[in-house]
């Protein structure tokens, strides 16, 4: 099985400089494990987007955000 890094590369490589820029993947340290976020501005709307992978689309932050119990 492909690990999650390797699949948001392949994600990273095929997004187009001319639609985003600050394409970056970020390392999260837990007590348990890894785990990978690819975040990204989409120049369009100047919004930043995470990509779930689960669902294979990108999302805005702050969409995720609002999810988060407080």
């Known amino acids: ?3 999650t890094k390797n699949r948001l590369m392949v ?3 095929s997004m187009a ?3 985003w820029k600050n394409i970056k993947i970020y390392m999260h340290t837990y007590a348990d494990g890894v785990g990978y976020t690819l975040i990204g501005t989409k120049l369009s709307d100047s919004l930043v987007y995470s990509y779930d992978l ?3 689309e990108f999302r805005p932050l ?5 999810s988060i119990p407080k």
Do not use: F, G, N, Q
Not at 62 to 66: G, N, P, Q, T
């Open 1 to 3: 099985m492909e690990s």
């Open 62 to 66: 702050s969409e995720l955000r609002s």
């Open 17 to 19: 400089t001319e639609e």
């Open 11 to 13: 994600v990273r490589e």
């Open 54 to 56: 689960e669902a294979e």
